[in-house]
């Protein structure tokens, strides 16, 4: 589009600076040589943002900060390991701080608040289960927003699974 600035591939009047086009699946391929990089960057008035980049030396798809603290801050492997904060993760969800303070995983239900049924669960299972449940830490409200003052009794709890399917608490 010669008025605009704007390229398209498959179509004739592209609404941003790069549209791809077609009826059926659209790709976007970038090839490199063997055990180099491909990169894709984020610029924001001329400052790098972030990138995202496929490591040819280790076959690693790795998001990048350009800050004062620049690098990698998360890892895909090729094993389907995720690391944030490590470039080696060893295990399905691999969590490293190299600095002072919490390293903390965060599961939060906002829908519907206040809401005196719903929980937040962290199940933590070592194998399959017929019913889903499995040994875990769970947060939970629960109660009658009629006869609590504060709307909603408020628990945590720690739970092992029986071979008999019951729930003890710890």
Same mark, same amino acid.
């Given at each position: 589009d010669n008025t605009s600035g704007n390229v398209g591939i498959g179509t004739t009047n592209p609404d941003v600076n790069l549209q791809l086009s077609t009826a059926g699946n659209t790709a976007f391929k970038i090839n490199s040589g063997s055990g180099s990089n491909n990169d894709i960057q984020f610029y924001e008035g001329g400052v790098g943002k972030f990138a995202?980049? #496929?490591n040819g030396a280790d076959d690693t798809l790795r998001f990048y900060k350009y800050t004062a603290t620049a690098g990698d801050v998360m890892t895909l492997t090729s094993t389907g390991n995720v690391g944030? $904060? =490590?470039t080696?993760? =060893? !295990?399905k969800l691999h969590l490293? !701080? =190299?600095t002072a303070g919490d390293v903390a995983i965060k599961v939060e239900n906002i829908v519907g608040q206040p809401d005196t049924t719903s929980t937040a669960s962290l199940y933590l299972i070592p194998g399959v289960s017929s019913d889903g449940l499995a040994p875990g830490i769970q947060a939970y409200r629960v109660g009658d927003q #009629? #006869? *609590?003052? *504060? $709307?909603?009794?408020?628990a945590m709890r720690f739970f092992t699974r029986n071979n008999d399917a019951s729930v003890t608490a710890l």
């Open positions: 995202i980049y #496929s944030i $904060g =490590t080696e993760p =060893t !295990k490293v !701080k =190299t #009629s #006869s *609590n003052p *504060n $709307g909603r009794d408020q």
